[in-house]
């Protein structure tokens, strides 16, 4: 079973890696873009068969490891 | 109109960072992680509101800037 984790910085929280690209796009000619956030996302390819234990495990490890939840949110797709 | 990239490794590029992830939920006791990559993901806000010239822009915007497109793969999906 394969899951996908969006980990992006919580609104609010400066993002200078977003607004480093969305300057770096100003310089190559693009405009009309108004604002950028870059976050990571993270696949899992997991053992487990079943939809919502693999839900509840996978929320588990973005509190345990793979988001710092002070700043970040994430969330969880099951695929 | 928002448009959000996925960045990822290529199948066959080695994610040390993934490798990394997987490696350290192993130590925290989870079992049944078989494979984990890590990418990108990046948010736009731009001014453009027809999506299929919104969505030639970031497909211009990954070619030039935000894929190594020699070792990253993307996909660009407009709301």
Not at 6 to 20: S, T
Not at 28 to 49: M, P, S, W, Y
Not at 51 to 59: D, G, L, N
């Amino acid at each position: 079973m394969k899951a996908r984790v969006h980990v992006m910085l919580k609104n609010g929280v400066l993002d200078p890696q977003g607004e480093a690209v969305r300057h770096a796009l100003g310089s190559l000619g693009f405009e009309g873009v108004d604002g950028v956030r870059q976050g990571k996302v993270i696949e899992l390819d997991l053992a487990e068969t079943d939809a919502a234990k693999a839900k509840a495990t996978v929320t588990e490890m973005c509190e345990k490891l793979l988001a710092n939840t002070v700043i970040e949110s994430y969330s969880v797709e099951i695929a």
